[in-house]
């Protein structure tokens, strides 16, 4: 596909997929380093176009988050639609898991950093929808972390998914919450992104994925019902309490897994002192600390469907300009 931005010098091609390519280019004017992120078609659909500018628009609003790449700027230059980003250097989690699992201590490190940057992106009622290893970079000097790619996330506090077949889904189908698959009658909340986080956790660990199939309807149906080996019993050397920390998170139903990045990040951070001090993780029960920010109705409906129904209606017809 042909570079045509005027102001830039393409300088390496960095990432093809199906929808996207991105690059790493100079600027003209100063020779510094920056990030195109462009739609990898010759004539983008309205909706591609659509996607690239809302990413746009949420980065702006997260411009002043640790840990998220900055915008520079959206440009067309005849239908050729590209998101400008900052270069924020290091190397995708993935590549680095690619090679090995990661030890509990470095494990802890860059974990304690994600919990902190989604637990500042909730707080601005953004759910990313797609954490996984390659949307994660990694400074391999500082090992700083930093959080990409919010093409799908959402500005909602909830949202229902609709079914849809498994390859065409939003996110990452190795990472996907049950309730981001459209399969289980729920919303889809802030707490989806803590089951992602899990999933990534568990590779980090063991060095495998929770569910190794290939088949994506048989992937679909094991976040839904099965639960993954606990990590420990995958890799002896992984603390019984961290193993507990990632299941929790990895709960099929958002009211058993972590309310709050707040709660998890303690969770962590006794995990680290620990580690620290004494040299080994010993067992506690995780989430004694953890409660939810966000007001939300549960989703376990106890004989109310149809009033908690014509509630949530009017929500949205109030939230919707009517009056009731």
């Given at each position: 596909?042909?570079?045509?931005?005027?102001?830039?010098?393409?300088?390496?091609?960095?990432?093809?997929?199906?929808?996207?390519?991105?690059?790493?280019?100079?600027k003209k004017a100063d020779f510094s380093s920056a990030i195109v992120k462009k739609i990898n078609a010759e004539y983008p659909t309205l909706e591609e176009i659509a996607r690239l500018r809302h990413e746009y628009k949420i980065l702006r609003i997260l411009e002043h988050v640790p840990?998220?790449?900055?915008?520079?700027?959206?440009?067309?230059?005849?239908?050729?639609?590209?998101?400008?980003?900052?270069?924020?250097?290091?190397?995708?989690?993935?590549?680095?898991?690619?090679?090995?699992?990661?030890?509990?201590?470095?494990?802890?490190?860059?974990?304690?950093?994600?919990?902190?940057?989604?637990?500042?992106?909730?707080?601005?009622?953004?759910?990313?929808?797609?954490?996984?290893?390659?949307?994660?970079?990694?400074?391999?000097?500082?090992?700083?972390?930093?959080?990409?790619?919010?093409?799908?996330?959402?500005?909602?506090?909830?949202?229902?998914?609709?079914?849809?077949?498994?390859?065409?889904?939003?996110?990452?189908?190795?990472?996907?919450?049950?309730?981001?698959?459209?399969?289980?009658?729920?919303?889809?909340?802030?707490?989806?992104?803590?089951?992602?986080?899990?999933?990534?956790?568990?590779?980090?660990?063991?060095?495998?994925?929770?569910?190794?199939?290939?088949?994506?309807?048989?992937?679909?149906?094991?976040?839904?019902?099965?639960?993954?080996?606990?990590?420990?019993?995958?890799?002896?050397?992984?603390?019984?309490?961290?193993?507990?920390?990632?299941?929790?998170?990895?709960?099929?139903?958002?009211?058993?897994?972590?309310?709050?990045?707040?709660?998890?990040?303690?969770?962590?951070?006794?995990?680290?002192?620990?580690?620290?001090?004494?040299?080994?993780?010993?067992?506690?029960?995780?989430?004694?600390?953890?409660?939810?920010?966000?007001?939300?109705?549960?989703?376990?409906?106890?004989?109310?469907?149809?009033?908690?129904?014509?509630?949530?209606?009017?929500?949205?017809?109030?939230?919707?300009?009517?009056?009731?």
């Open positions: 596909m042909l570079f045509n931005l005027p102001d830039y010098i393409l300088s390496e091609c960095l990432y093809e997929g199906r929808d996207t390519i991105i690059y790493r280019v100079r840990g998220i790449i900055k915008t520079y700027g959206l440009e067309n230059n005849q239908n050729d639609f590209a998101l400008i980003l900052e270069d924020g250097g290091g190397i995708s989690l993935q590549q680095i898991l690619a090679a090995d699992k990661i030890p509990v201590r470095t494990f802890l490190h860059i974990g304690i950093q994600l919990v902190e940057i989604i637990g500042e992106i909730h707080k601005h009622n953004i759910i990313h929808k797609d954490i996984n290893p390659q949307n994660i970079l990694i400074d391999l000097e500082t090992w700083t972390v930093k959080l990409i790619d919010f093409s799908i996330a959402s500005r909602l506090s909830k949202e229902v998914p609709a079914i849809s077949n498994p390859e065409n889904l939003e996110g990452t189908l190795a990472y996907i919450s049950p309730e981001q698959t459209g399969r289980m009658n729920r919303a889809v909340d802030y707490r989806t992104d803590f089951y992602s986080l899990g999933a990534t956790f568990y590779q980090m660990l063991t060095g495998q994925l929770p569910f190794t199939t290939t088949d994506a309807l048989e992937l679909v149906h094991c976040h839904i019902a099965k639960n993954p080996v606990p990590p420990h019993q995958v890799c002896a050397e992984i603390p019984i309490a961290v193993s507990d920390i990632v299941m929790k998170l990895m709960a099929k139903t958002a009211e058993e897994r972590y309310q709050s990045a707040l709660g998890l990040k303690h969770d962590l951070e006794i995990c680290w002192r620990q580690l620290e001090l004494n040299g080994e993780i010993a067992h506690f029960t995780p989430g004694k600390l953890d409660q939810s920010g966000q007001f939300l109705i549960p989703q376990k409906l106890y004989g109310r469907v149809d009033e908690v129904r014509i509630l949530l209606e009017a929500f949205d017809r109030v939230s919707a300009g009517s009056s009731e």
